[in-house]
């Protein structure tokens, strides 16, 4: 069974670019999660996605970030225009409903520069 | 506000002896407790979920505990090898959303 997945690995930009990160979770699995590290920090919540609705964004920093799960598959997170201080690492995670337990892609790791 | 907890120095260990890990928790009352491994440049992989009315639970080497009114998770490393060595991240869950809060991980290192 693959894993969550998550393109691209890393991504450059210069500030006021826009970029969009993608996930694709486990098949199966109806609940999406965004999250983010920035350095020297706790991992933390960005938001929840049940199928294709958000659950719960209250981890979205600003609006300058938009989340979407179109069919309830892949989620993208766009980040528009993007800022120094939303370098860090974003993971996304799924959980298929009645467990508890999430499972994590590998990160987009994001320098905005 | 809610706070997570963990050995933020290094924890270094010989080869062979147990490992053992500490997660604390604050303003927080969690339906479970979730305990993943993180390899530099990759994402987290679960290891181990114990739930608020589990004192203990084991998989392989690896052995939780649960005291939720000390408010602590241990997690411990039996027979600890040099391929354990990884930061160690501990996150608390609530079964309504499934949100996880982490901690800042332990990294641990096993000598040979």
């Known amino acids: 069974e693959a894993g969550v997945t998550q393109f691209p690995s890393h991504s450059v930009i210069e500030k006021g670019q826009t970029v969009t990160l993608r996930c694709d979770p486990i098949?199966?699995?109806?609940?999406l999660y965004w999250y983010r590290r920035v350095m020297g920090k706790e991992i933390k919540f960005l938001l929840h996605f049940v199928k294709e609705s958000k659950q719960d964004e209250s981890g979205m920093p600003n609006n300058r970030f938009l989340a979407e799960r179109t069919g309830g598959t892949y989620s993208t997170l766009k980040v528009q225009p993007a800022e120094l201080e939303d370098s860090g690492v974003y993971f996304c995670?799924?959980?298929?409903?009645?467990?508890?337990?999430?499972?994590f892609g590998p990160g987009t790791r994001l320098t905005v520069t | 506000s809610q706070k997570i907890e963990q050995n933020s120095e290094a924890l270094n260990i010989q080869e062979g002896k147990t490992a053992t890990l500490t997660c604390n928790y604050t303003n927080y009352s969690p339906a479970y407790l979730q305990w993943y491994r993180q390899d530099p440049g990759r994402g987290p992989v679960f290891l181990l979920l114990i739930r608020e009315n589990e004192k203990e639970k084991r998989k392989e080497r690896l052995k939780v505990t649960f005291d939720t009114t000390l408010k602590q998770s241990l997690f411990h490393i039996t027979a600890s090898q040099p391929a354990d060595s990884a930061t160690y991240l501990c996150a608390l869950g609530s079964s309504n959303t499934g949100k996880l809060i982490f901690g800042q991980g332990t990294t641990l290192q096993v000598k040979p």
């Open positions: 098949s199966g699995h109806d609940n």
């Open positions: 995670a799924s959980r298929k409903s009645g467990t508890d337990e999430q499972y």
